[in-house]
T-cell receptor, first 118, second 113 residues
Framework: ETGVTQTPRHLVMGMTNKKSLKCEQH?????MYWYKQSAKKPLELMFVYSLEERVENNSVPSRFSPECPNSSHLFLHLHTLQPEDSALYLCASSQGFQSSGARLNEQFFGPGTRLTVL | GNSVTQMEGPVTLSEEAFLTINCTYT??????LFWYVQYPGEGLQLLLK?????DKGSNKGFEATYRKETTSFHLEKGSVQVSDSAVYFC????????????FGIGTKLQVIP
């Protein structure tokens, strides 16, 4: 596997279910991100982990719970979601700085998980 | 705060037409600028980038020049193909150890044969 992978690609769940989204990056990066992509809206940054520590949490409801057990894996645990949470959830990774100090600031995205909440 | 403005579209062009998608930004300091592309059913892919004023990013026939005086990063291609049909996102990053990237709303491009 190369790049950033996400599983599952599609998920349908009821409002009382508990499920988890998984992201894995094979790029040796040290930062990982969760985004929500809804129709007609800009990409919304949800969470950022840098060096396995959460550094951003953009007022996301507690029914979304991220977990970053190591620099290659990122999870998004879901419980008691609402229909308005239906969206494409994208994971991304990036490398902060090279050892030379040069900036490398592009993010690499996974294909996303299409979530439908009934 | 930082912001990115681009037309929502859809932009519909005939094959081999010239493409321009406008992007303007608001940011403090000297951000890096990006264009990402999202093909149907896929995640975002980096198309090109520029890290300082007057830099030109280019890839797959697409170009964009970092214009600090007009705070713009317009995307251009001389001759579009049907395979270029996708959603294009302009974005900026202030830089740093991790990057809080600000994205535009995305512009849908449809190229018809």
């Amino acid at each position: 596997e190369t790049g950033v992978t996400q599983t599952p690609r599609h998920l349908v769940m009821g409002m009382t279910n508990k499920k988890s989204l998984k992201c894995e990056q094979h790029l040796g990066h040290n930062a990982m991100y969760w985004y929500k992509q809804s129709a007609k809206k800009p990409l919304e940054l949800m969470f950022v982990y840098s060096l396995e520590e959460r550094v951003e949490n953009n007022s996301v409801p507690s029914r979304f719970s991220p977990e970053c057990p190591n620099s290659s894996h990122l999870f998004l645990h879901l419980h008691t979601l609402q229909p308005e949470d239906s969206a494409l959830y994208l994971c991304a990774s990036s490398q902060g700085f090279q050892s030379s100090g040069a900036r490398l600031n592009e993010q690499f995205f996974g294909p996303g998980t299409r979530l439908t909440v009934l | 705060g930082n912001s990115v403005t681009q037309m929502e579209g859809p932009v519909t062009l005939s094959e081999e037409a010239f493409l321009t998608i406008n992007c303007t930004y608001t940011a403090t300091g000297y951000p890096s600028l990006f264009w990402y592309v999202q093909y149907p059913g896929e995640g975002l892919q980096l198309l090109l980038k520029a890290t300082k004023a007057d830099d030109k990013g280019s890839n797959k026939g697409f170009e964009a020049t970092y214009r600090k005086e007009t705070t713009s990063f317009h995307l251009e291609k001389g001759s579009v193909q049907v395979s270029d049909s996708a959603v294009y996102f302009c974005a900026l990053s202030p830089g740093g150890g991790y990057q809080k990237v600000t994205f535009g709303i995305g512009t849908k491009l449809q190229v018809i044969p």
